[in-house]
Structures are given as C-alpha cells and as structure tokens.
C-alpha cells in the first residue's frame, strides 16, 4: 500500500526512509492503536515500515535525537497490551522485514529478519529438509520471531526445546541510539553466527523478553534440525482430570516428547472437534503427546512408552486424530475456533508442571462458585509442556463484547486470577501492561535496580516502548 502523509513527523521519517513506508492516516493509527488483549487503545502518532537494519538505524536515531517514543511489534498479536503504543510515538512495524538471509546447512543455522512469521519460515525450512525446535506460539502465522523472542513466547516444540529464546544464536539489534550491535559468535567480525556463548556474557539473552524495551531486534540467527523421519501422534482421553495430570507430568519427566497439551476442560474440546463428547463421552481432559525421532525403532520406542504410562495412569486412547490436528493439520490454527466464544481473558502464565492438577481444581471451583458458566461465559483450561518440568497454565474466561455487564464481570475475574497467581508463585513469561500493574512490588530489589541500571545504560532518554518498561 502507498502511504500518504499529512504531519510534519510524518513527513520527517519520509526524508528519512522514503516514500510508501510511513502513514499517519485516523484509520491506520486507530487499527495499529490494541493487540489481541482486552487492554486499553492507545494511538501511534505514525507507523513506520522499514525494510532493513539500516532504515530501523535511521529511524530510532532521529526518535532518539527527538526525545519521540519508539515502539517496534511484529504480528500485534500480543495478549498482554504489550504491542500497545502507551505514549503515542513512533510505532514500527517490522513485518516488512521477512526475509530469510541465510540458511547455512552445514552449521545448522538459519539467519532472517526478524519480521519473518514463524508459519512462513517453517514452510521455507521443510523445502529444504529442516525443522527449527521451538516452533512458535499458537498463533505463528501471524506472530513474529522478533515478538515471540522479544516476549519468552511458549508454544509448539517448547516441550523439547524451551521457549522462543532457548534455539536462539545470536541477534543483529538496533540500541536506542540508533546504534547497531550483533550479539553471538558474529561479535567476533571474523565468525559466522553459529554459536551464541562465546568470550564475553550472553548479550543476546539481554534482549530475550525485553518487550522492545532495551533494543530493536532486526536480525534472529535460530539452530536448525533435520526434519524427522517419523512422527507419533498420540491422544489420551482422561475422566479424572488429576490422572491425566499426573499422565502429562510423568510423559514429560522421561523426556520422550517434543510437545505434550492438555486441555482440561469438556467444552473446550467441542470446540476445536464439533461432536466430539458425543464421540467420546465422560472424558473430562484429553492429553495430547507428540513424538518426533530420525530413527523408526526409537520413535516405536517412545510411543510404547508413553502408552505403558496412559495405561498405568487410567487412560483411554481416542486415536490420533486430535493430534494430528494440533501438529500436522492445523498448526497454529488449533485455538481460533475459540473465538466464536467471544473475547478472552488471557492469563497464561509459568508453573512448575505438578501444579497442573491444583490449578484446574482451584480455577473450576471459582467459576462454579461464581456460576460463570450458566451466565454464558466460557472457560477454556490447557497446558502446554515447558523443557524444565514447567508448564504453560492457560486459563481464560471468553466473553460476550457486546455485553458491557459480561466484560466487566470476566475482567473482574481476571484482575483476581492475575493478582492470585502471582501469589501462588506463577510467573508469567509475557509482561505487558496487564502483568505489569500485578507485578510492581512483587519483584526482587536487586533484579529491578540491575534492569534500571540497563535501562538507563542504554536508553537514558527512555525512548523504546516507554511504559513497557518491567521495573
Ligand atoms: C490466537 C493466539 C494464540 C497465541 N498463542 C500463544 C502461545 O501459544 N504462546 C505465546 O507465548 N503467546 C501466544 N500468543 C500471544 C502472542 O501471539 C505471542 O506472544 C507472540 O510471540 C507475539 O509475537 P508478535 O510478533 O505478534 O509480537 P507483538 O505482539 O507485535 O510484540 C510483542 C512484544 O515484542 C516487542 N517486539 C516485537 N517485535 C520486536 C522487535 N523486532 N524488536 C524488539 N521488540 C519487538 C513488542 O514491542 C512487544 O512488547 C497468542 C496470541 C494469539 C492471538
């Protein structure tokens, strides 16, 4: 799209980086104003789309002589208000830059820009016979890998490879000077990008989970794997709820599995398999376990022992049909049919994984106790296995948004979940402006004066993502 440009700001950035690629139009303030959380708008001044390091250089170096806020985001699809613009500014849109630099088959990496969504540079890698470890959050054909990097994103492949950071080798990072730095192996000006810990401290896990908060991410170098030889897709129906628990817990300590869900409420099955508790009636949690190995024996292998483990714990086997939708169908399509529901409170946070089972009880108990259900809210309970016996804990609570009576009493609810799990000794991995008012005061002394140390380190005039700040 050609941009037309009315304000002087606007018009700034345009000497800077040209024309087509900055816009200040109502229409496109307002839809680049939310992400996809219940949070508050707030209006950019103008977008910007660049298209290369050097662009993003330009541009934060003009913010940074300027005092002007500057936020980047990837897809937006943030479920926290962290892609929210709180003081207006700058917002860059880095999703122009997709492009995959280099994919180096010899030393197993892949170099991109980091507006490349997951969806797109997993099909480019499957051409040519790679996989990558973690393979994105559940909305990867829209999220980016500098957002899920930027926010500790879960998702698919966490339960063997950690989080968005974990396959991480090094970052090409715009300071908030307008600076450029690469972190990794390629700060020596001699290497490759194939190796993250090298002579110096880990600048790159610096900026893991900043939220945009200490650099702009433009280039990702990520490990890459040979795609397997041979996938298992298994599903386990449970009626008691803590046997499937226990089922998720003891899969994950032998260390079998590359993913394991767990979807531990009925109606949230109806959902992604219209029929299915007529189909499978009694189950009241489905575990899902996904076996990925280069040599046939040892995928058998692990699969008998997963099905040793369901047996023992009181599982019954429901085919693999429901896994193959998760892994292999629809990746990362597997929870929109939940938003026919309505809008949802996201309260995914980190716990250790044999916390699941208290959880869910505590988490039933309360929406019966508040007989959420049969005033017509929705509520959907999964976890999602992390590499470290931890989890994912998702609880949400969707909404009907043309009711403001729903929304406010589902928002209600989810302060109290956030504040709770807080005090429950949950971590989330996203921060965002609906974490961060639960977690001021909460934080070690010494972790807060360390990031303010950065922070002010490195952006003394506080110009990225101002109000995203995590201390
Ligand atoms: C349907 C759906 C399913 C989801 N499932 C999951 C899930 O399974 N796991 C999960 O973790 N999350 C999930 N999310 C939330 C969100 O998709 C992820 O957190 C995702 O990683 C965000 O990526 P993004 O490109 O959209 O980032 P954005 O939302 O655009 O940005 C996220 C943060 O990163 C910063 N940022 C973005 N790009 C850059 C950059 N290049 N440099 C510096 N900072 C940057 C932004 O300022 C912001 O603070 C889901 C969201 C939806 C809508």
Not at 132 to 139: A, E, H, Q, V
Not at 185 to 201: E, T
Not at 207 to 214: E, K, R, V
């Amino acid at each position: 799209m050609k941009y037309t440009t009315d304000s002087e700001l606007a018009s700034k950035l345009v000497e800077l980086v040209g024309e087509g690629k900055v816009a200040d139009q109502e229409y496109i303030l307002a839809s680049y104003s939310m992400d996809v959380s219940p949070e508050p708008r707030r209006r950019p001044d103008v977008v910007v789309r660049p298209f290369s390091t050097e662009e993003v250089s330009k541009i934060v170096r003009f913010a940074f002589e300027n005092s002007i806020p500057v936020v980047p985001t990837g897809g937006r699809t943030s479920m926290c208000g962290a892609s929210i613009p709180q003081r207006g500014g700058i917002l860059l849109d880095m999703t122009g830059m997709q492009k995959v630099i280099e994919l180096n088959k010899e030393e197993m990496y892949v170099t991109v820009e980091c507006g490349i969504t997951w969806g797109h540079l997993i099909s480019i890698l499957k051409e040519e016979g790679f996989k990558l470890g973690f393979r994105g959050p559940y909305s990867g054909t829209a999220a980016t890998v500098g957002g899920s990097i930027s926010s500790n994103s879960i998702g698919y492949g966490s339960c063997r490879w950690g989080q968005a950071p974990a396959g991480l080798l090094g970052l090409t990072v715009v300071l908030p000077n307008g600076n450029i730095a690469r972190t990794g192996s390629q700060a020596l000006i001699y290497a490759n990008p194939f190796n993250r810990y090298n002579m110096g401290p880990d600048l790159t896990g610096l900026f893991c989970g900043d939220h945009g908060t200490l650099g702009v991410k433009t280039e990702a170098t990520l490990s890459i794997h040979l795609i397997p030889e041979h996938v298992e897709h298994l599903a386990y129906g449970f009626e008691d709820v803590e046997k499937a628990c226990q089922f998720f817990c003891d899969v994950q300590k032998h260390e079998v599995a590359e993913d394991i869900v767990l979807i531990g409420e009925t109606g949230s099955l109806e959902y992604i398999i219209e029929g299915f508790n007529d189909m499978f009636p009694g189950l009241n949690a489905v575990v899902i376990v996904i076996i990925e190995e280069n040599c046939s024996g040892a995928a058998r292998a692990k699969a008998e022992l997963v099905a040793g483990l369901a047996s023992k714990h009181g599982a019954r086997s429901i085919g693999d049909l429901y896994a193959k939708i998760h892994w292999t169908f629809g990746m990362f399509e597997d929870i929109h049919p939940f938003f026919q529901l309505g809008m949802w409170t996201p309260e995914c946070h980190n716990l250790p994984s044999h916390r699941i089972a208290e959880k869910i009880l505590e988490f039933k108990k309360l929406y019966t106790k508040l007989r959420l259900r049969e005033k017509g809210y929705q509520p959907v309970i999964a976890a999602m296995a992390n590499n470290n016996n931890s989890v994912s804990f998702v609880a949400h609570v969707y909404y009907d948004v043309r009711s403001s009576e729903s929304k406010r009493t589902a928002l209600d609810f989810w302060e109290q979940g956030m504040e709770r799990d807080l005090l429950e000794g949950g971590v989330p991995y996203w921060s965002g402006t609906s974490w961060l008012r639960h977690l001021r005061g909460k934080l070690d002394p010494g972790y807060v004066e360390l990031y303010r140390a950065v922070k002010q380190a490195l952006d003394p005039k506080g110009i990225l993502h101002p109000g995203m700040e995590i201390a």
